[in-house]
T-cell receptor
Framework: GAGVSQSPSNKVTEKGKDVELRCDPI?????LYWYRQSLGQGLEFLIYFQGNSAPDKSGLPSDRFSAERTGGSVSTLTIQRTQQEDSAVYLC?????????????FGPGTRLLVL | RKEVEQDPGPFNVPEGATVAFNCTYS??????FFWYRQDCRKEPKLLMS???SGNEDGRFTAQLNRASQYISLLIRDSKLSDSATYLCVVNRGGFKTIFGAGTRLFVKA
């Protein structure tokens, strides 16, 4: 079946512009996660959705970052007024539920480069 | 101190070698443990869960030591295709999952 998909796969933008990153989770997965991975670094948790609700936004680096999920499916991560330090790979993952034992299935990521 | 710590490596081993990675975690309330594998410029994928009694999947063996708060991954008879970054993952319960920065493994012919 279809896995997690993300778009765009690559995005180059100028400092100060807004960007939107999209994630399509596996159908039927209620939990959705956004992570950021900088070059050579581990995954940094950004935000989690259970259905359309985001009970924990504490991982968002600043108020320039926001995310929403609609219909319990597609999610969009928006970065306003991008800065060069926002350059990273943004990974989305989904799992069947938010239980601790659940496997997270990752999308291929969006590589963001802010010039 | 990071909540999940791993030796970044790289570990350079010949084909057929046995290699082991350790990972330590600081939160004693952690409940679930996993190893994920990440190939270069690819997304992470689950390699195996780690159970309290230890578990084995083919050439891979995972162990958990709750008293000392570490987990380990042993790879026997290394293959070239095992070359990747291995991520230690700890879940505190519910959605809160912490990924280690990973240990890089290079297996050479």
């Amino acid at each position: 079946g279809a896995g997690v998909s993300q778009s765009p796969s690559n995005k180059v933008t100028e400092k100060g512009k807004d960007v939107e990153l999209r994630c399509d989770p596996i159908s039927g997965h209620t939990a959705l996660y956004w992570y950021r991975q900088s070059l050579g670094q581990g995954l940094e948790f950004l935000i989690y959705f259970q259905g359309n609700s985001a009970p924990d936004k504490s991982g968002l680096p600043s108020d320039r970052f926001s995310a929403e999920r609609t219909g319990g499916s597609v999610s969009t991560l928006t970065i306003q007024r991008t800065q060069q330090e926002d350059s990273a790979v943004y990974l989305c993952a989904s799992s069947l539920t938010s239980g601790g034992q659940e496997t997270q299935y990752f999308g291929p990521g969006t590589r963001l480069l802010v010039l | 101190r990071k909540e999940v710590e791993q030796d970044p490596g790289p570990f350079n081993v010949p084909e057929g070698a046995t290699v082991a990675f350790n990972c330590t975690y600081s939160n004693s309330a952690s409940q679930s443990f996993f190893w994920y594998r990440q190939d270069c410029r690819k997304e992470p994928k689950l390699l195996m869960s780690v159970y309290s009694s230890g578990n084995e999947d083919g050439r891979f063996t995972a162990q958990l030591n709750r008293a000392s708060q570490y987990i380990s991954l042993l790879i026997r008879d290394s293959k070239l295709s095992d070359s990747a970054t291995y991520l230690c993952v700890v879940n505190r319960g519910g959605f809160k999952t912490i990924f280690g920065a990973g240990t890089r493994l290079f297996v050479k012919a």
